[in-house]
DNA sequence: TTCGCTTGTGTAACCGGTTACCATAGCGAG
DNA sequence: CTCGCTATGGTAACCGGTTACACAAGCGAA
């Protein structure tokens, strides 16, 4: 590997001239320039970036910490970041938490010297938990998160008002008895959705207490939330789910069952995952951008590593669109367009 | 920021024997290793990563570089060089080289210095024009691409054994006339199932010039398919589509024209995306393990990184298996398992 | 007591690039 | 011809951790 020394040397110049002529610091002739940019060629000389980021004091490198990497949901949101990141010139270091608190510390301590900011996404977790771990020093913001006490910027999507929208649609179109499956307990997306549908079951439908199943975002939790509601005898003509995927898994549940969809129970849920319009009939749901998620910490991230101050705008929230579509056709509709 | 003078300082010793204490080399006394780990604690300390990388010649971090990140197929490969990743302590960061050939060198250039070893996956790029690029000093592994001439180690995807399977397991269900969706031209993977259709018609169907339309591996190059096959008057009882988008686009866009799958028209696609078991009928398909690629080609990076030499391991070839679903149902099977 | 050995700790050079500061050459003005 | 200025380039310290080597202390053996 040719070193800067080598590549003076082979110029015939100082290390110092040919760090400035290399990175366009001025103070050097043209001839000068254009022969150490030679020996550059010709040694196929690339600065270290470890002994680069030692003096420069930054690593045009930002660290992205996820609870897992599964699904289209990360898959999204990497790709937001990366967009961005892209545009800027900065690359994307990928720490994965694998869903404990002990290794989001190891996570975000061995970023360390290696990124200029951090992009964090804590599912589960109490931001005061994090607070210990997180480098004050260190730019960071919080992905899908409110930041709670901590005073860091983020962004999040408006679950609660989005399961609010999607409960009074449900009943805007007829439905009396809605249950609601649950996420993770855990989870703050979860638990926002949950409280959105009951308020709009208890202001909207005048409902108190409206039935609620568990689950835990899982397909298979769909299929049992589907079992529960069978063999409960539940009564039930419409159910919002806390996600696609435990919708997808209710509607296979249900249809094993013998019960048409929409036409028996009308079926809602939320995040609009891709499968979400190929299924049949297709799947009502809320429609988050995942993608500017990512896109919109990244940009936030950008502005606070170059000094500006975000103000107001260091908490972003995004507001899901509804999405009417085949599980949650009334009859009428469903004639129109089958 | 604490550093190891800092530590070193505070427990009363030298920077060397803080240096041994917190990497654990011995030659240091219990109560001596306890008052450095105390300073540790106390400061807060962590080794800043560039600095270390710069004497140790060794970065825990593996460069990872993929055409793009959409959909689930980067997001699955990322997941699965993780998985293994994580379990030996190494950092993933990622690179995207946005299909452009320049691009791909700044990516790769741009990554010296920062990892100890390249998973790179080209998809369209000819191995020679990325051979210039390629630092022969730092250990590499091709995902998804058969090295070809480079005499680099590479995972891939036996595509042409796929396409053939699945030509004739639509031939043994009774098709005569099945026609092909191809992938982008300049793509391997869509080239080498377009040979293993071909050939397959040829030698089990007894076709030679098997009709194959254009397509570019999207939903809308399916759809685009199907209005050909239908305004041209293509006679077909099967079609093969390179890959499962676009088996979904072609099944909405028969579905529109009123044919009826698997009835009027078989339709087969390839990489068994997770939307394909949720399609009504369900789509058949080829299995691949797209996580497996991720897994497997980090696996043998790590292997080259211990210093082992591969040896006939440094090519692996994934085998794709046939997954038979509804679209390619016959009426007694349809019957059977409505 | 002194020599020799083991064991623990310190000093300083080094990884590779950056940059503050100094030295020199070249030029015009007086 | 000398002075003084500027443009250009060189020297060396530094970023933070690692490690070869030197050194000192402690112990047993002669």
Redesign the pocket.
């Known amino acids: ?8 040397r082979e110029a ?12 366009g ?9 254009a022969a150490v940019m030679a020996a550059v060629k010709k040694l196929n ?8 980021s ?4 930054k690593t045009d490198t930002v660290g992205v910490i996820l609870p897992d990497l599964f699904g289209e949901f990360f898959s999204e949101i990497i790709r937001g970041i990366d967009l961005v990141a892209h545009e800027a010139g900065m690359h994307l270091l990928l720490g994965n938490m694998h869903g404990s608190t002990h290794e989001t510390a190891t996570a975000i301590a061995s970023m ?2 290696r990124v200029d900011g951090l992009l964090v996404m804590p599912p589960d977790l109490k931001p005061e938990l994090l607070a210990d771990y997180l480098d004050p020093a260190l730019p960071t913001v919080f992905l899908n998160y409110d930041a709670g006490s901590l005073d860091l910027p983020f962004v999040a999507v408006d679950n609660y008002h989005g399961a609010y929208a999607m409960t009074e649609a449900l009943l805007g179109r007829g439905a009396r008895q809605v249950v609601h499956i649950a996420g993770p307990k855990h989870n703050r997306d979860a638990r926002d959705r949950q409280r959105g549908f009951v308020d709009a079951m208890a202001k909207v439908g005048g409902v108190r207490n409206p039935a609620i199943l568990p689950g835990d975002f899982s397909e298979e939790s769909g299929v049992k939330a589907a079992q529960l509601l069978i063999e409960g005898q539940l009564p039930a003509d419409a159910v919002f789910a806390a996600n696609d995927q435990m919708a997808v898994g209710l509607i296979a549940g249900l249809a094993e069952a013998g019960k048409s969809v929409p036409g028996d129970i009308m079926v809602a849920g939320f995040d609009d995952i891709p499968l979400a319009r190929h299924l049949s009939p297709s799947l009502s749901t809320m429609q988050v951008h995942i993608d500017r998620l990512g896109s919109t910490a990244m940009m936030m991230l950008l502005r606070v590593l170059r000094g500006e101050t975000l103000g107001a705008a260091s908490a972003t929230i995004l507001t899901p669109a509804l999405i009417a579509r085949g599980t949650t056709a009334t009859s009428q509709e469903a004639f129109a367009q089958p």
Chains 1, 2 share one sequence.
Request: charged share 20%.
């Open positions: 590997m040719a070193t800067l020394r080598d590549v003076a015939g110049v100082s290390v110092a001239t040919a760090s400035r002529a290399i990175n610091l001025g103070n050097v002739t043209a001839p000068t320039k000389f690339v600065p270290h970036s470890g002994a680069r030692l003096t420069r004091r360390r010297g």
